[in-house]
């Protein structure tokens, strides 16, 4: 401010004259000039005292950026683990169950054949008057006795030993396809499951199985299996 007052009085004194103090005389043009120069230096001083001010002054607060919004990531579906591929059972190579046709090859018998006769509802076995009747078997009351019939022929062309008790055989009967049950345990020189003897070539033996039946059971049978069962197999006969 001191010097914006200085300039104004020097401008004033040069276009004034002053009692008392001695000013050379000038022109229009040298006094335009100084005049143009006073200007000057005023809007000199003036415009830094301006900067000044400006530069003293509390610069304004910053705003913070205000981040830009970023796209909101859309959730990834889990990964559903792989399933585990079913395991793949090669059943071609298993082998297949073996068919019996008939008693004689389910027990491995050679030279021998077995063949089913028949059957008959007894109230006793043997009847009354046998050759044989140091034991007799009698069905329960409301029972009857159903006596198996087979021939067991010897094809072998020679006496033939056979020992049905030392093949561990076993036998079960099933009537009209209903649960099996197991032939009666005998002492019967004849029973099939524990024969033991000597059949002459070409020779045959009527041998049996006993099983017992509600009589009126006994009455309707239409059909016949026999299951037959060793140590290491199982295996069913249709008889009729």
């Known amino acids: 401010m001191r010097k914006l007052g200085l300039t104004l009085a020097v401008a004033a004194s040069l276009c004034m ?6 000013i ?12 143009e120069y006073a200007a000057g230096l005023l809007l000199k001083y003036d415009a830094n005292y301006r900067n000044r001010l400006v530069d003293e002054a509390e610069p304004e607060e910053e705003q913070p950026a205000v981040p830009e919004e970023q796209p909101a990531e859309e959730p990834q579906p889990e990964e559903e683990p ?7 059972v090669d059943v071609s190579e298993e082998p297949e169950a073996v068919v019996y046709h008939s008693i004689e090859e389910f027990y491995g018998i050679d030279g021998v054949t077995v063949t089913f006769m028949g059957y008959e509802l007894k109230d006793m076995y043997p009847d009354q008057g046998a050759e044989e009747m140091f034991f007799a078997m009698n069905a329960s009351e409301g029972c009857k006795l159903v006596v198996l019939h087979f021939d067991v022929a010897n ?3 020679q006496d033939k030993e056979l020992d049905m008790l030392s093949l561990d ?4 009967i099933s009537f009209n396809g209903e649960s099996p049950r ?7 020189t004849n029973d ?6 000597t059949i002459a070539a070409g020779g045959t033996e009527q041998l049996v199985l006993v099983a017992e039946l509600q009589e009126d059971r006994a009455q309707s049978i239409q059909t016949l299996s026999l299951i037959m069962r060793n140590a290491a197999d199982e295996a069913t006969l249709p008889l009729n």
């Open 17 to 22: 004259t002053a009692c008392g103090a001695s």
């Open 24 to 35: 050379p005389e000038m022109t229009e043009e040298q006094n335009a000039l100084v005049v």
């Open 82 to 88: 792989e399933a585990e591929a079913p395991e793949v």
């Open 155 to 157: 094809v072998s062309g």
């Open 169 to 172: 055989t076993k036998f079960k």
């Open 182 to 188: 197991y032939a009666l345990t005998t002492m019967l």
């Open 192 to 197: 099939l499951a524990s024969y033991k003897g």
